[in-house]
């Protein structure tokens, strides 16, 4: 049976709850802007009820007030998912973009200041010695161009050696990022299953796990599943980098083509050496531009510059020059076809070969001639294309490939932008809503105390008035 004080319990139990909700409502708003912070709410039901046997008015259950079962984090683990495969693919894109965009930078193209405008001003100056082969200003003119097509060829290929040498920097950051996230991830799992184990969650750590997977996933396409202890296992390619157990942490490996002495990087299991599938994040966005995309425009840029070097030398080599002798190899790009070490062979003006025949000199200009019209010749070492149509195609991919990069990333964007505000609906904070349950828990917490009041003065009355009368 309840007792005198039943009431008053019951006003004790609304207090208490009340009091939990509004401190989980104040949580709510403090971390409104807390990145990974997921909205809380405070799930109060009945208390047990009171038995009450058949007596009189009073029979069948009898309610004891409310409790707070749990403190409820609104997480949708579908919509988390989402976001991570989405942050994956929106972070591999951003760096195809960022990386094409610094190479039109490097090309520079349309300007006078590129290899066309080089290019150009090169095939000039071979005209006009074919039209004054006798002139000396026209001869230093020519070399002088040569030396500056050169040095734009090496300065675009140096600068495009430097991105990728930035590219291996963040390549290692980016793998660090990964071996620290995956270390803090464990820890977080260990302190969770402690909290947990007297069965309520441990909600704030739960968020912190969170955000340490979308950081995680903004580098690395993963796996996540987490098992009936509350451990979350986090997988690349089906083995865990998060386990049960701990962390298997990762490197970077290079390694170079003897074949072709092209460098490659990798990204390998620490312990074992075993190289990992990369395709999707920030790191497989990173190893698809360093090596693949400015490999090959680096390639293209050699194989450009190795069929002109072979197709001047060899004209130049069935001229003559001024002084009648010979004419030899024009240009060198070294034993090994490098364009760090393309050079200048001819520093006499007079044995530019601009002569056809040795008998014509010094008048003939007809090798120079044939030279400059190097410039509208099908070349088969470029698949049968004018050197201007390939560098001009060259520059055409660039621009395809930057723009699609640019597409597929605002596109993901968009998707990313979708889910997310989904997501917020879900379990982000809104400040309307908290401070409509604030007024709630406020005047329940209000009509509870005025129940402990009333309880109070009914107790008064039984005890301090009541069987005063004959005294």
Do not use: C
């Not at 980098?241 to 490996?253: A, I, K, M, P, S």
């Not at 002798?325 to 070969?353: E, M």
């Amino acid at each position: 049976m309840p007792g005198t004080f039943f009431g008053l319990e019951i006003a004790k139990l609304a207090l208490w709850a009340n009091q939990r909700g509004m401190d989980v409502t104040s949580h709510n708003i403090a971390n409104a802007n807390s990145p990974g912070y997921t909205r809380q709410r405070a799930v109060i039901r009945p208390a047990h009820p009171l038995d009450v046997p058949g007596s009189g008015t009073l029979t069948g259950q009898l309610g004891t007030g409310v409790v707070v079962a749990r403190i409820a984090a609104l997480r949708s683990a579908f919509l988390d998912r989402q976001v991570w495969n989405g942050a994956s693919e929106l972070s591999r894109w951003t760096a195809h973009r960022q990386t094409l965009e610094r190479i039109e930078v490097i090309i520079n193209e349309p300007t006078d200041q590129g290899i066309r405008g080089a290019l150009d001003r090169w095939w000039e100056a071979w005209e006009v010695l074919a039209a004054e082969p006798e002139s000396a200003a026209a001869r230093v003119s020519l070399l002088e161009r040569s030396e500056t097509l050169i040095h734009v060829f090496q300065d675009v290929d140096r600068r495009l050696a430097e991105l990728q040498e930035d590219l291996q920097v963040e390549l290692r950051q980016r793998v660090a990022d990964v071996n620290a996230l995956a270390e803090r991830i464990h820890g977080l799992n260990l302190q969770i299953v402690a909290a947990e184990a007297s069965g309520q969650a441990a909600n704030d750590l739960r968020d912190q796990r969170a955000l340490a997977v979308e950081q995680l996933a903004s580098h690395l396409g993963v796996t996540v599943v987490e098992n009936d202890r509350g451990v979350l296992r986090v997988m690349l390619g089906g083995v865990d980098l998060v386990g049960e157990h701990g962390v298997r942490r990762l490197t970077t490996e290079r390694t170079t083509d003897p074949g072709t002495g092209q460098t490659q990087w990798h990204v390998t299991w620490e312990a074992s050496g075993q190289r990992l599938a990369v395709g999707t994040g920030g790191i497989g966005g990173i190893l698809d531009m360093m090596n693949r995309e400015v490999a090959r425009y680096r390639d293209d840029l050699l194989t450009m510059a190795r069929v002109l070097v072979a197709e001047v030398n060899s004209r130049h080599s069935s001229g003559f020059d001024l002084d009648g002798a010979p004419g030899g190899n024009f240009f060198s790009l070294g034993p090994n076809d490098r364009l760090d070490v393309w050079t200048l062979l001819i520093d006499d003006p007079r044995a530019i070969a601009a002569a056809a025949a040795q008998a014509t000199v010094p008048g003939d200009g007809s090798n120079a001639g044939a030279l400059a019209q190097l410039r509208y010749e099908r070349l088969a070492g470029l698949n049968d294309a004018t050197l201007e149509d390939t560098y001009r195609s060259w520059v055409a991919r660039l621009g395809v490939d930057s723009s699609e990069a640019q597409r597929r990333e605002e596109h993901q964007f968009l998707l990313m932008t979708q889910i997310t505000n989904q997501r917020d609906q879900v379990a982000g904070v809104s400040l309307d809503e908290e401070l409509a349950a604030m007024l709630t828990y406020q005047h329940a917490y209000q009509a509870a105390a005025r129940m402990v009041t009333t309880v109070d003065q009914m107790l008064d009355t039984l005890i301090n008035r009541t069987g005063v009368v004959g005294r």
